[in-house]
């Protein structure tokens, strides 16, 4: 499979499955947000739960291959530190990203398409992809995968007659900074794609914030979709 397409791959499944814990998903946003390692008293004060909770959780992200942990250097007695960053296949996730964005951008110029336009194409091709790859999939798990494709760290919260697809750790930061109305666009597009290819979610929101300060929303509700949000 090209690169570029979007695989339902084993790693993005353990990715997904780590991340869909609230707690695991707080920590692993709190480093990746971090400006440098982190400690589990960090992470314990953070999270207000106890140090071998959170070393389970870390456990997990690391297994996922969303953290890297190390032993931090000390001169005094004792067990050592642990150390906590984000995994180097993050950079690499990021420089995929922006490849496809690249790709989708040009896709746009040639064919006098918006970002979005040309976004509702690429999501009616993921749609179609992914539930191929698998069609026991929700709507909102497919939209979920989706994002954690382009990169992004997700979490999924499904109720009863809605769902909320929480992104973080945005892999386009600093295109965002240059023109974020086109990168969020693009992406809105391709959820608007998806819905359209599945029929079966309304996008009630896609609520798009400083992604170096809080965390965008895609919130979806049962029903047929629209374009309006």
Partial sequence: MNSLVFGLDEQTRRRA?????????S????IAK???PVTVA???EFVGLNHNAVRQHLAVLVSAGL??????TTSTRGRPKLNYIPAPAAAADAMLSYRRLAVLLVK???KSLSPREVGRVEGHRVAAEISGDDTGLSVPEVVNLAMVQWGFATRLDSGENDAKVTLTSCPLLEAVDLDPGVVCALHLGIV?????????ETLVRFEVRDPRVEDCEIVLVGGPPNREV
Avoid at 17 to 25: E, G, H, I
């Fill in 17 to 25: 499955s780590a991340l869909s814990d609230p707690t695991r998903f």
């Fill in 27 to 30: 920590i692993f946003g709190f």
């Fill in 34 to 36: 971090a400006p440098g």
């Fill in 42 to 44: 960090e992470m314990t």
């Fill in 67 to 72: 953290v890297e942990e190390s032993v931090a």
């Fill in 108 to 110: 746009a110029l040639s």
């Fill in 192 to 200: 608007e794609g998806i819905l359209e290819e599945t029929a079966g």
